[in-house]
């Protein structure tokens, strides 16, 4: 049942049609509790708020199914107004972002020329872009992408999935880029010829890369709600002396409030990925699909 449950929202993630409906009606269905809001404002909002708890933010403009050259300029100026709204609100935040969104289903040069816009602006600011990693398809291109703009920028990072088989790979190739990476278990619905199909092996995968990036010495975004997973972490930052400049801890908005703020108490950076924007329909059946429990949640607030 749980199984079915998760292909369904993994599928429904996918759909351009129901993603084109609620980006019509608005946050419905209590997706209120995982996206900050539909406007710039309404993020900035909610970035005051968690700096105000001691944590740290990046933020998302939602934005997925871009197919024209028009729709990818709007997502980089969403991208760019954000970096603006962050500087003139002086809150503690970085951008996170989808290059799909930024055009790169219609060509890489035009992703490319958004990417260099968004990350100028960024360093104009001193501040710091992450290009969040999304299906299998995406996967060669988008690290090809980074690796091509770390050449040129310091401010960029990216993301890497521990549930992939080449991600052992990846990272050691990425280590001669000094990368900045935020480590994930990996949120797509994937094929086991490129992924672990089971939870345990994506978890020892998960552990086996958070100690190879470390020992690397680069930096890492542990970015994980799992309890286990973070003792792990700290474990290995303890027993190696890695220093508190060399890693952050990032959860998503709405999950596991008790745990971000435990770890704040302890002395430990957080940081929150903070989704906001009329696009949120993909997004939030990810994170239903993560944890299918959330259905009754969905249904609680169907009914309110
Ligand atoms: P796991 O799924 O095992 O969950 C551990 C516990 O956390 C659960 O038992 C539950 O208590 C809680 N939990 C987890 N998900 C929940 C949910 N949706 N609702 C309520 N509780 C939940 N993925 C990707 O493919 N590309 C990316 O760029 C990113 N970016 C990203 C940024 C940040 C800051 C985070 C935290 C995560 C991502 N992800 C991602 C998503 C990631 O791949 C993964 O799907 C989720 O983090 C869930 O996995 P956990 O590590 O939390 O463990």
Known sequence: MEVLMRNTFQKLAKSRSANKLAKRYGLRFGAQRFVAGETIKHSIDAVRQLNASGRVVTLDHLGEFVFTEEEAKESASMCLQTLDAIAQAGVQANLSLKMTSLGLDISRELCMRNMHDILKRAQSYGNFVRIDMEDYEHCQVSLDIYKELRKTYDNVGIVIQAYLYRTEQDIEDLNRYRANLRLVKGAYKESPKV???????????????????????NYAAIATHDEEIIRYAKDVIKT????????????????????????????????VYVPYGNDWFGYFMRRLAERPANVWFVLKNMFK
């Open 195 to 217: 992924a672990f199909p089971n939870k345990p092996d994506v978890d020892d995968n998960f552990k086996a890369i958070i100690t190879q990036h470390l020992l690397n010495g």
């Open 240 to 271: 190696n002396n890695i220093p508190n400049s060399q890693f952050e801890f990032q959860m998503l908005y709405g999950i596991c409030e008790d745990v971000q703020k435990k770890l704040v108490s302890e002395g430990f950076k957080v940081r």
